[in-house]
């Protein structure tokens, strides 16, 4: 099919995959469209608010319009990594008394995956994630199983509770091509909740594509085009995180440990291929690429303890490279 058809198909899916969340999840537009864009990108996500934002209803809407079949995985301190990847167990053939393994897959084997405070399971858990996200397989003993396309992390993570969490390691950060921020929805859309949430109805959502559809129009985002001025301001934003670097600002080298390494250079430009397309435009722009900066970026810049001494976020550190930026 001709991209330009395809781009059109794109435009339309989306409309009709927003028309149905917004049926069972009220305000939270923003964190809608990047939850599309990873999709649409092949990324992984970490979501991260307080309990009742409704995370986990957002991911499962998503998983249901899409007709993916989805997995939600409840981290907690005791959870195995085989509780995730699954397990080999000896089974006896009642006929001929022969032994063998069976392997018994885990619930990594979905296509959309929630897991569920990810901070609560000890690294060696979290660890357990780290081949799926990155090679879309799984090896259990001396044997790799290939996981089903589409698949997709979603993680989510508490961040005002630290008592019994295990910060996710840098290694594991870099995987998720974003991390969403999900607020308190406004007085109106809290008022709208309330009233929903307890007249005794379920919103209807519908199947509107089906896992060939979304393969599909994955396949699209890298063929957009981007000009090479625009990679280079994606590659020049990233590399100003790196204190050291030539061309640093003298506030990333006073409060910045460790930068953004190069994934997040990919990251910026295929999230913002989706975003492009998402709006109807078959190239990519500069502002394509500082819509997605803060989600793409956040936490991959580590602070110092002077930056922690002083209330510096990396958001903070964020928002000043933008504005510099934006005036030279």
């Known amino acids: 099919m001709d991209d330009l058809v395809l781009a059109q198909k794109f435009i339309e899916a989306k409309g009709k995959v927003l028309g149905e969340i917004r049926k069972a999840i009220i305000g939270q537009d923003e964190v809608i469209e990047d939850l599309l864009v990873a999709l649409f990108s092949k990324g992984h996500c970490l979501f991260v608010g307080v309990p009742g934002l409704a995370k986990t209803l957002l991911v499962s809407s998503l998983a249901k319009v899409l007709h993916l079949n989805f997995s939600r995985i409840q981290f907690t301190p005791d959870l195995m990594p085989s509780d995730i990847t699954g397990t080999e167990i000896l089974y006896e053939d009642k006929d001929t008394g022969k032994r063998e393994f069976h392997f018994i897959k885990g619930p990594i084997f979905a296509n959309i995956i929630l897991a569920d405070e990810i901070n609560r399971t000890p690294p060696k858990t979290q660890a357990a994630l780290l081949q799926a996200m990155q090679e879309l397989q799984v090896t259990v003993g001396a044997t790799t199983h290939t996981l089903k396309q589409p698949f997709?992390?979603?993680?989510?993570?508490?961040?005002?509770?630290?008592?019994?969490?295990?910060p996710l390691p840098e290694a594991q950060l870099d995987r998720f091509m974003f991390i969403i921020n999900m607020t308190y929805p406004s007085r109106d859309q809290e008022v709208d909740i309330a009233?929903?949430?307890?007249?005794?109805?379920?919103?209807?959502?519908?199947?509107?594509?089906?896992?060939?559809?979304?393969?599909?129009?994955?396949?699209?985002?890298?063929r957009v085009p981007v000009s090479n001025h625009v990679a280079q301001f994606a590659v020049d934003l990233v590399q100003s995180?790196?204190?050291?670097?030539?061309?640093?600002?003298?506030?990333?080298?006073?409060?910045?440990?460790?930068?953004?390494?190069?994934r997040a250079s990919q990251y910026l430009i295929l999230a913002s291929k989706a975003r492009a397309l998402m709006d109807n435009r078959v190239a990519v722009s500069i502002d394509d690429i500082r819509s997605v900066a803060r989600q793409v970026l956040e936490h991959r810049i580590i602070l110092n303890f002077k930056a922690e001494a002083e209330n510096v976020k990396p958001l903070d550190i964020i928002e000043k490279l933008l504005t510099s930026a934006k005036a030279g």
Request: proline share 9%; glycine share 10%; net charge negative.
């Open 152 to 166: 997709l992390v979603f993680a989510t993570q508490n961040p005002i509770e630290h008592e019994g969490t295990y």
């Open 241 to 262: 995180t790196r204190p050291g670097n030539g061309a640093t600002p003298s506030f990333v080298n006073e409060w910045v440990n460790w930068g953004a390494g190069p």
């Open 195 to 222: 009233l929903s949430t307890t007249s005794g109805s379920q919103p209807d959502l519908k199947v509107v594509m089906q896992a060939e559809d979304i393969l599909e129009l994955q396949n699209l985002v890298p």
